[in-house]
């Protein structure tokens, strides 16, 4: 009995070569423009991202990304608290990525103040992000997959994501939008049992992520909608300012975390993934990749966790701590004046980038010397990074533009802020 | 990092370049800025690309309300090879709230000059497609100025339609709230 007898259904597989693919259609001369408006409430857009797309047949000619439905206004709002107050409402930009916000603006505050972080501090902030960006990844890859018909994916990144959050829960008291970072430092050391946790999380990760790695990278619906379907070179993608692993999926190996460290990133050695072709699948395994990475620098962070305090010891900006208050005199002004007015800040005008899972997130803070930011601007990489999704989906086929748009992994809440 | 001399050095090239281009410089926190006329951006930047700074990362607005010029628009350039970043900023008066847009030669900016258009008023000439982006289309005023209120954004339902009022107005059916500059 020949193996084709055993699997008669597997018998064309052979035949199927996922390299080739046809990019471009020649369209018949008769064939007249569609406009299709898809959005804003459409599940594959994540979230409320309208796009008005003009088709050929199934070829999309022309993509108009039409954004501003959760516009909220999240920086005139920043603007109109107190620099400790204005963290939670930052946080909430982008809200995949909140560690980052917080460190973005935070870190721009610092800045401002010229205020050192102890390495402790700066140490767990590492955790946290990193952490974060492994959850970012992992709400992209089930959503992505979701997207491209894979149910059973979801279901395994959601469940590492829950383990991420109770970590997250338990340095905080809170699972999402968490403001743990506070300007300064952290807002509270790690409690015990979280570094148990923590490992054991370690632990289990990349053998998590060789497990989704199994269920798709065997997979020819995945393969077969992921390989070589609407590649951009390197080039076009800085010109439009594109960064983050969709510039990293082309062969750029720009990182903001290894070119230009903040926050001790320069301590941890890690790698930093590249793409070859640039097209959907790099960018599916940059990511990938990128969270193993991760879970080495929070291996690293946490074996070289230095003691000492976990936020800084300038009483003008981080509050005392509780027990000085019943003793203290000093210590109740102080804390008395930062949570009424809040600390004043020295004018100027700083511009803080940070890596984050999408990209750079560039937090801009002018100071007018009050104690409110008179301006806030985030450069939000989601909000640049849509500017690419016309090129990249030009002449593709309209299945191909819902695979690139959960391979660019845009965040409406940062898009809109 | 380019060190305060090294600022000067660039401006000065910048200046023997094109004369009336820089206003001034600033370093502040161990970063550099330069201050440039508002109609020599586009020279300036292609200026800054042949110097190393080739990457557009960010355009923003600032309101410096109450000082004139009020608005400010900066764009933050960024060296891939050097690992610099350098700020250039540029201020137009309210009254005439024009740059040369540098979207044509910088495809980045699109997107985000539409957003400082949208949330100050700051007119780009020469934008390809100079609409609001966050706002919607019908919308009066721009909201990230300054003097612009926060808050109290007036929400019209249609039964206070029907009714000829709808809750911005008070008692006396006139509007509570004032109704700021368009």
Redesign the interface.
């Known amino acids: 009995m020949s193996t084709t007898d055993v699997t008669p259904y597997r018998s064309g597989e052979e035949r199927i070569d996922v390299t080739q693919r046809v990019q471009t259609l020649p369209a018949p001369p008769d064939q007249e423009l569609l406009t299709l408006n898809m959005g804003p409430h459409h599940p594959a857009t994540h979230g409320v991202l309208r796009l008005l797309v003009t088709l050929e047949a199934e070829v999309v000619r022309d993509l108009k990304p039409l954004?501003?439905y959760v516009?909220t206004?999240i920086?005139?709002?920043a603007?109109?608290k107190s620099y400790w107050k204005a963290i939670p409402v930052v946080e909430r930009m982008d809200y995949l990525a909140y560690y980052f916000n917080a460190m973005a603006f935070c870190g721009a505050t610092e800045?401002?103040l010229?205020v050192e972080v102890p390495r402790r501090a700066q140490y767990l902030r590492v955790i946290h992000m990193e952490l974060n960006r492994i959850m970012s990844h992992l709400v992209w890859l089930g959503t992505s997959m979701l997207d491209l018909g894979a149910v059973t994916v979801w279901w395994y990144c959601f469940r590492e994501r829950e383990t991420i959050l109770d970590l997250f829960e338990q340095s905080s008291g809170q699972r999402m939008h968490t403001r743990y970072f506070q300007v300064g430092g952290v807002m509270e050391d790690i409690p015990a049992g979280f570094e148990g946790n923590l490992r054991k999380f370690l632990k289990k990760m990349p053998d998590a992520i060789d497990q989704y790695l199994d269920l798709l990278n065997r997979n020819e619906i995945a393969l077969r909608r992921l390989r070589d379907t609407c590649p951009l070179d390197e080039q076009t993608l800085?010109?439009?300012?594109?960064?983050g692993p969709l510039l990293r999926a082309s062969g750029n190996p720009?990182d903001l975390r290894k070119?230009?460290p903040y926050s001790s990133y320069e301590d941890f050695e890690f790698k930093i993934p590249v793409g070859t072709r640039g097209d959907n699948y790099d960018r599916f395994a940059v990511r990938m990749q990128e969270m193993k990475e991760s879970v080495k620098i929070i291996e690293q962070a946490i074996d070289g966790l230095p003691e000492g305090p976990f936020i800084t010891e300038d009483r003008k900006v981080a509050l005392p701590p509780r027990h000085e208050l019943a003793t203290s005199m000093e210590a109740l002004l102080h804390h008395f004046k930062l949570v009424t007015e809040g600390f004043r800040v020295p004018p100027?005008?700083?511009?803080y980038?940070i890596e984050g899972p999408r990209g750079?997130y560039?937090m801009?803070i002018?100071s007018d010397g009050s104690s409110k930011p008179?301006?806030v601007?985030m450069?939000d990489p989601s909000?640049?990074n849509?500017?690419a999704t016309e090129p990249m989906v030009r002449d593709a086929y309209i299945a191909d533009l819902i695979t690139t748009l959960a391979m660019m992994d845009p965040v409406l809440g940062g898009v809109?802020? | 990092m380019p060190d305060a001399p090294g600022l000067e050095l660039l401006a000065q090239d910048l200046r023997d370049v094109h004369a009336d281009a820089v206003v001034g410089t600033e370093f502040?926190?161990g970063?550099g800025?330069i201050q440039i006329a508002p109609a020599a951006i586009d020279e300036v930047l292609a200026f800054l690309r042949g110097r190393g700074f080739a990457?557009?990362?960010?355009v923003?607005?600032?309101?410096y309300y109450p000082e004139e010029p009020r608005l400010g628009v900066?764009y933050?350039m960024l060296d891939?090879e050097a690992?610099d970043?350098l700020?250039v900023k540029l201020r137009v008066p309210l009254d005439a709230p024009s740059v040369p847009s540098v979207t044509p030669k910088?495809?980045?900016a699109?997107?985000?000059e539409r957003?400082v258009y949208d949330m100050f008023g700051v007119v780009f000439d020469g934008h390809p497609d100079l609409r609001?982006?966050?706002?919607?289309e019908d919308y009066e005023g721009h909201?990230?100025r300054?003097d612009?209120p926060?808050g109290g954004e007036p929400v019209l339902f249609t039964v206070a339609e029907a009714a000829g009022k709808d809750y911005t107005m008070g008692a006396d059916n006139k509007p509570k709230r004032a109704e700021t500059e368009s």
Not at chain 1, 238 to 243: H, I, P, R, S
Not at chain 1, 348 to 351: F, L, S
Not at chain 2, 60 to 63: A, E, F, L, R, T
Not at chain 2, 132 to 136: A, V
């Open positions: 954004i501003g516009h206004g920086e005139k709002t603007e109109d800045t401002l010229d800085l010109d439009l300012g594109v960064t720009w070119a230009m100027g005008e700083v511009y980038p750079e560039g801009f002018r008179a301006r601007h450069r909000f640049v849509l500017q809109d802020r | 502040f926190r970063k800025a990457h557009l990362m960010s923003h607005g600032v309101d900066q933050e891939r690992l970043r700020t910088w495809p980045t699109n997107h985000q957003e609001r982006i966050l706002m919607p909201p990230q300054r612009f926060i």
